[in-house]
């Protein structure tokens, strides 16, 4: 593609919205899983004694918590998926079908 | 013996606490014969299916990215297969048994560099890519520096990699199926070419795919058993190991295992940026359709990862009660990496024991099947036919020095799985991780977001990265101390992710500043306009259906 149709999509609003839905998604989730992630990290690192608190019987707070990174992991992966296979499929089908 | 055995909970879980001698040894098994029977039939049906996808490798589609032909599920299958390795399944069973806690930090590292993928990596990887990673920043930078750095930098991770999994291989077969190490070495290699060689991203690709399901049905059967065992109570799971282990309730904190907060976070880093930068997972993602499939092959890998971990954790933790005090199992820290197979023994008996041992057997076949393919690629497709033939190279001479490469690194393996065997080589996937974050990350994330970057600024910071992940992995305690023996480390923590990750940015972004007044800077940074177009969109991407 030359750099003149490269500039006539980028103008076209489906693009628009495509990078601008997309970036803010993206960005969003990435920074809650940083968040979810380093904050479990941290703890470990420097609250061992907060993980160590029992929560349910004998098991301590690590545990759910741990347990919580891997779930969130995996559910917000499927908000992205669901997102994108409503909204930017979409949009970049429109692109590619191109103004009409 | 006991070296050799000692040195098995080293390679497969690298943080297993290492106590200073183990205690009588148990002499290796007998031949397992349940296990080899199971064994053989695995081998029998993946090399009918080499046979079928040979028949279908003819272009050199075919052979780096199985035509484009995979579907988004069966890819996440086969990348959960890749992370499903010996090392994760025996080891962080191992490490939840030894350290309780801590064992954790390991899974839970190893999957969150999933979801970055899949945020900002995935559909760009796709849409940009076609066999091999360097494709991506050589869209726009100059080929010749980009590829040669990239290829340096697979084969570094690739190399490390493969040795800490065929020295664990020949070790863990050991103790599994009686065989001697270098005859089971010998086999892993010899496979390993057969399957690579014939039947290219078709065979590895499906070899994973069927490894990944057994194993997850084995780790299901003993875990859910497990479970069942303590009445599904959690509770009385917990109760029953802080019983019977010898730490006490100290299993259920954090501290057994890792002791210096920086480390926990270094080693945090370089897990989950590791994994966006590994070439034998991000060649998995050339392997479907388009940016849809690519989406969906992240979250089928990052469901199934997690779920695996999940079962790496209660069987790990049963195994302290069920097993730890069982005089039939005699467990020491020789053979600490097989509470997974003894917990199966347990629940099973020698028939899910003997499944469980040939799919660890095969498990490193799938796994070393996909990081030789990754190094060829990086050999054929990026120094041979663009650094040495600048470009000016038909197809399928490409695909037979991918061949030849395939079996160089075969026979390659091989001879470092036997020159290592008595090696302590626990530091190697962490150091493959770190390079991988180091050198690798950096370089493929400010290709696809940063117009201002350019080759100046990919050279400085990929090899920057690259050379002070390997340079402070060498002077820290895990080699510096236990290989060089000297008294103390120059680098105080386990793992440099730390510190050179965010070294190899800098290198990005200085090298970038110092250059973007030279003609070519100029150029790149014009050519971001049709990547990014690109990358959002599909439009020329390779392998897309006709728009």
């Known amino acids: ?100 | 013996m006991r070296r050799a055995l000692l040195t098995v909970s080293v390679v497969l879980a690298p943080i297993i606490a290492r106590a200073a001698e183990p205690p009588a040894v148990p002499a290796p098994p007998a031949t397992d014969t349940t296990a080899i029977i199971m064994f053989a039939g695995f081998v029998l049906l993946t090399l009918g299916i080499t046979v079928w996808a040979a028949r279908r490798t003819r272009t050199a589609s075919d052979f780096y990215a199985a035509g484009g032909s995979i579907t988004g599920f069966q890819n996440g299958v086969a990348i959960s297969g890749d992370f499903m390795s010996a090392a994760s399944f025996l080891g962080i069973s191992a490490m939840v048994y030894a350290a309780g806690f801590d064992g954790l930090l390991y899974s839970i590292g190893f999957l969150v560099g999933w979801p970055i993928i899949m945020f900002l990596m995935a559909e760009r990887l796709r849409n940009l890519g076609k066999y091999s990673m360097a494709d991506v920043t050589a869209y726009r930078l100059q080929a010749v520096p980009v590829r040669s750095l990239s290829a340096v930098s697979s084969l570094v991770v690739v190399a490390f990699y493969l040795i800490a999994q065929m020295v664990g291989a020949g070790q863990l077969i050991q103790l599994l199926f009686g065989l001697p190490y270098g005859t089971a070495v010998l086999i892993v290699g010899a496979l390993m070419i057969l399957y690579v060689t014939f039947g290219g991203m078709i065979a590895t690709t499906w070899v994973q795919i069927i490894k990944a399901v057994l194993l997850l049905l084995g780790a299901t059967y003993i875990a859910f058993a497990a479970l069942a065992h303590f009445g599904f109570s959690l509770d009385a799971m917990f109760d029953a190991a802080v019983q019977a282990s010898p730490k006490k309730a100290a299993i259920l904190s954090p501290g057994l295992q890792f002791k210096n907060p920086v480390s926990i976070v270094s080693l945090g880093i370089a897990l989950m940026f590791g994994t966006a930068g590994l070439p034998h997972i991000l060649m998995r993602f050339f392997t479907v359709s388009d940016a849809k499939e690519a989406r969906k092959s992240v979250f089928w890998a990052t469901s199934l990862i997690g779920y695996f971990y999940i079962l790496t954790f209660i069987i790990g933790f049963a195994a302290i009660s069920m097993v730890g005090q069982d005089a039939a199992y005699r467990i020491t820290p020789g053979n600490s990496n097989m509470v997974a197979i003894f917990l199966a023994d347990a629940v099973g008996g020698s028939v899910l024991k003997g499944f469980v041992s040939a799919v660890a057997f095969a498990t490193i076949l799938a796994v070393v099947s996909g990081l030789t393919l990754a190094g060829a690629t990086a050999v054929s497709h990026d120094i041979y036919a663009s650094v040495i033939m600048r470009g000016r190279t038909a197809e399928g001479r490409e695909v037979v020095v991918s061949r030849i490469a395939t079996i160089a690194l075969g026979v390659l393996a091989i001879g470092l799985g036997l020159a290592f065997q008595k090696q302590n080589v626990a530091y190697m996937v962490g150091l493959a991780f770190a390079v991988a974050a180091s050198a690798n990350f950096p370089v493929l994330i400010l290709n696809m977001y940063w117009r201002g970057f350019n080759t100046g600024g990919a050279v400085l910071g990929g090899w920057l990265g690259l050379v002070s992940a390997v340079a402070l992995t060498v002077l820290s305690p895990g080699i510096w101390v236990k290989v060089a023996g000297f008294h103390a480390a120059i680098f105080p923590y386990d793992n440099p992710a730390l510190f050179s990750m965010p070294l190899g940015f800098l290198g990005c972004w200085l090298g970038s500043i110092l250059t973007r007044h030279s003609a070519s800077a100029r150029v790149e940074a014009a050519r971001f306009e049709g990547l990014y177009v690109r990358s959002q969109t599909g439009i020329g991407a390779e392998g897309a259906s006709a728009h």
């Open chain 1, 1 to 100: 593609m030359d750099d003149h149709a490269c500039a006539r999509l980028r103008a076209t609003p489906a693009f628009q919205e495509l990078e601008r839905t997309r970036g803010r998604l993206g960005w969003t989730l990435t920074a809650l899983i940083l968040v979810i992630y380093f904050g479990f990290v941290l703890l470990v690192a420097f609250a061992p004694s907060l993980m160590s608190t029992r929560v349910i019987g004998t098991v301590t707070l690590g545990f759910p918590l741990g347990l919580g990174v891997i779930l969130s992991a995996i559910l917000l992966t499927g908000v992205y998926v669901l997102r994108a296979n409503s909204r930017f499929d979409s949009l970049t089908r429109q692109i590619v079908a191109g103004p009409r």
